[in-house]
């Protein structure tokens, strides 16, 4: 009998591509079912944990990452610009091949191979509700992947690029409110910004701080909201989970704290977006504006990383 040609070639759709080494060993387990889900348990003779955690029926791959109404309010909350249907796959396979060619809609940027990110965070969202007793958010669990899939894009060395550097001087309590002071840096001559972040505990003392280049910024405006994008990213990386960011720029903060029916600036509107959906992941979030002269150090911060960046080639 010839094999048949419409199976995906799982071993292609896992062991290519840009994602990390985690990833595409769960991918792998997912694909060999080697899973601990509740069906596969079952069928090495374990009776108990069978059923999903969720919804009572049997834990498969396919019902666990698309099926589960927990699966579907993930997948269907905006990020792909082709809607996906979880419903549409009838096993895992299809949907990692579809997730494979699928484009991040704008606001999420360089954001390919979100799909595995996604299923990592479904998968531990499920570990958190069976282990720890923890109801993860849906949009949580989008908001993991999508900043764990971008940090992990960018940390990884391109040839121009420096990757940011976070300095963690102390690690706070981190009950405690954090203030963030977070800014840019604009070159008009080469369009690369600097951005520069730093992190302070409720006595002042700097607990952290990070700076980081970025290339094709259109306008200052637009620096300072991907600095402060950026910043929220760095947070959510130390675990900061109550949080009060500090910009100079008024019009972004304005932006950021007014009735969402209101038009932001042009050309910030997905990284409100970007941010607003960032914000879920803290316990407590606010943005304040910060006067330019006591953002100084900040400020030094982000001009450093634009000095020591060279300008991409033509
Ligand atoms: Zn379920």
Redesign the pocket.
């Known amino acids: 009998m010839e094999a048949t040609t419409q199976t995906p070639d799982w071993k292609k759709l896992i062991w290519t591509g840009e994602t990390s080494p985690k990833i595409r060993l769960l991918l792998w387990k997912i694909t060999q079912g080697a899973l601990p889900t509740g069906a596969n348990l079952q069928q090495r003779g374990l009776m108990q944990h069978t059923t ?1 955690i ?2 009572g ?1 049997l834990e498969t791959e396919a ?1 666990l990452f698309l099926h ?3 699966a579907r309010q993930v997948w269907t909350s905006s990020l792909f610009r082709d809607q996906l249907d979880p419903s549409a796959f009838p096993t895992f396979l299809d949907a990692l091949t579809f997730g494979k060619t699928a484009v991040g809609l704008p606001p999420l940027g360089v954001l390919a191979d979100i799909f595995p990110w996604v299923c990592w965070y479904i998968w531990i969202a499920r570990d958190q509700m069976i282990f720890e007793k923890r109801f993860i958010k849906p949009e949580i669990t989008v908001s993991k992947a999508i900043w764990s899939a971008r940090e992990w894009k960018l940390a990884q060395p391109t040839v121009t690029q420096k990757p940011c550097t976070i300095k963690q001087v102390i690690i706070p309590d981190l009950d405690d409110l954090i203030v963030c002071c977070s800014d840019a840096a604009w070159r008009k001559e080469t369009n690369m910004a600097g951005f520069g972040c730093i992190f302070m505990d409720k006595r002042g003392t700097v607990v952290s701080q990070a700076n980081r280049v970025e290339r094709s910024i259109p306008s200052p405006l637009v620096a300072e909201a991907l600095a402060l994008r950026w910043a929220l990213f760095t947070a959510l990386s130390l675990d900061y989970t109550k949080i009060c960011f500090r910009a100079d720029c008024q019009s972004l903060v304005t932006a950021l704290n007014a009735h969402s029916s209101t038009t932001p600036p042009a050309g910030l509107y997905g990284i409100i977006q970007d941010i607003d959906h960032l914000s879920l992941s803290f316990s407590s979030v606010s943005f304040k504006f910060i006067a330019r002269i006591s953002n100084s150090a900040t400020d030094e911060l982000a001009k450093a990383a634009l000095c020591t960046a060279t300008p991409s080639p033509p």
Request: a negative charge.
């Open positions: 999903c969720r919804c029926e019902h589960c109404d927990y």
